[in-house]
């Protein structure tokens, strides 16, 4: 082990630096300054910066006076990667999306390694944190790395550890979630694991970062296959006239063998929408075709389609021509409580409706404006008026800060996709799951 950094760990006087500060990397900094680690933040967008230093947040899990209490004492953003040349540990926390052919785009990682690649000197830990294929942490990152002629487990170290963050949970924060760390070497891993545990209470190392790589996909390969089989157990049950939410109630009692998933409009977010495409990508390298996890992903990313062609049934029934129906969609995020909106399948859904039906408007408490075929939407306020005017409510996030008994009183049609309003034999009222 380094004989300098892991004293300077324990005594907090390594500095760390943190690259990306969104959803992962804004808390996680904070975090670690929390933990009184002095934090260097970069991120490539100038405004979040800018917001930063201004000790203010953009993300609703992270109140501005959290960002005040630590900048510029503990914790400062930049946007360039040369402040990184203080740091002893440094964390990538980018993105990684897919492209238009749900292959991985690893590009930010990329540029990271070799934005660091630039700067490195003796004694560094690099940990990479971003959701990625098995094998990206050995087989890309390090050869970057070695461009920079230090060697691995001498001169510098490198590590796996995948983020672990569900937006809007207040139970699992970054300080009670157990983190996973997989080094190249077992000195890479014993760093991490003792950085990690300056503010974490569970650390679990694993033999290599493949293996922590393929843990990070497995969690979140296990939502997407599950969610999808009661989304298609859910369009069974409407078929034979059977509630799904009454059977997942009713399964849900059975204290062991089973846990509850719930049918939507599809799933969103960064992680349970991509990671299956990026396994599925890696897999054919070894001439493996993940079948069964591919197919699950079709079935969810299908929702947003049959969503759309319940509601045209529905208008259909109550006599409404599609083309000159106006649409309100309830809620835009991907899920409940929170302003994210990657991959939310509500997006998808106003994207097919949006040459369809006469006019869509949209409210969400936590999202105020999205782009729909490249126009700006501005959320809109509900009134009994603007219901009222409608003629149909499309529920696509069940936010709990909504009033769904003056919802119901107001609007003419509703098509509810979450069960949010849990009632049953309302005429005007239709869920997905249950028979149309």
């Not at 960002?67 to 203080?86: I, N, W």
């Not at 799904?244 to 846990?259: C, D, Q, R």
């Not at 409580?337 to 408490?365: H, Q, T």
Request: charged share 25%; with cysteine; glycine share 6%.
């Amino acid at each position: 082990m380094h004989n300098k950094l892991p004293q300077k760990i324990l005594k907090r006087e390594a500095k760390v630096g943190v690259i990306g500060l969104g959803y992962v990397g804004l808390p996680f900094s904070l975090t670690i300054a929390e933990a009184g680690f002095k934090v260097f933040g970069v991120d490539v967008d100038r405004k979040k910066v800018e917001m930063i230093m201004a000790g203010k947040s953009y993300i609703e899990d992270v109140p501005d006076e959290m960002v005040r209490k630590f900048v510029p004492r503990y914790f400062t953003a930049h946007t360039e990667y040369a402040v990184l040349k203080e740091c002893e540990i440094i964390n990538i926390c980018v993105p990684t999306p897919f492209n238009p052919n749900k292959e991985p785009d690893i590009s930010y990682i990329i540029d990271s390694g070799k934005e660091i690649s630039k700067i490195m000197h003796s004694g560094q830990l690099i940990i990479l944190r971003s959701t990625t294929y098995p094998e990206t942490t050995e087989k890309v990152l390090l050869p970057i790395l070695n461009k920079s002629g230090l060697v691995l487990g001498k001169d510098f170290f490198l590590s796996f550890a995948p983020e672990r963050v569900d937006p809007g949970n207040k139970t699992w924060t970054m300080k009670n979630t157990p983190v996973v760390v997989g080094g190249i070497t077992e000195t890479c891993t014993k760093l991490t694991e003792l950085f990690f545990s300056q503010f974490t209470e569970k650390v679990y190392p694993v033999s290599s970062p493949k293996v922590a790589e393929m843990s990070k996909l497995l969690e979140n390969i296990f939502r997407s296959v599950n969610i999808a089989l009661v989304n298609e157990m859910a369009l069974l049950c409407e078929r034979m006239g059977i509630d799904i939410w009454e059977v997942i109630s009713a399964a849900s009692t059975k204290p062991f063998g089973f846990m509850p998933f719930y049918p939507g409009p599809g799933i969103g977010g960064h992680c349970i929408l991509v990671d299956p495409y990026y396994l599925a990508w890696k897999a054919r390298e070894y001439d493996f075709h993940t079948n069964f996890i591919e197919l699950a992903a079709e079935t969810n990313e299908e929702m947003p389609y049959i969503v759309c062609d319940h509601l045209f049934e529905i208008l259909g029934k109550e006599g409404i021509p599609a083309s000159q129906a106006k649409i309100l969609i309830l809620g835009v995020a991907f899920k409940r409580d929170v302003g994210d909106i990657r991959n939310s399948p509500a997006l998808k859904v106003m994207e097919i409706l949006w040459d369809k039906v006469k006019s869509i408007i949209y409210n969400d408490p936590y999202v105020s404006e999205i782009k729909i075929k490249d126009k700006v939407i501005k959320s809109t306020k509900l009134t009994p008026s603007l219901l009222k005017r409608i003629d149909c409510l499309l529920i696509l996030t069940d936010h709990s800060s909504y009033d769904y008994n003056f919802i119901l009183k107001y609007a003419p049609l509703i098509l509810d996709t979450r069960n949010a309003i849990k009632k049953r034999g309302v005429k005007k009222l239709y869920t997905l799951g249950a028979r149309i």
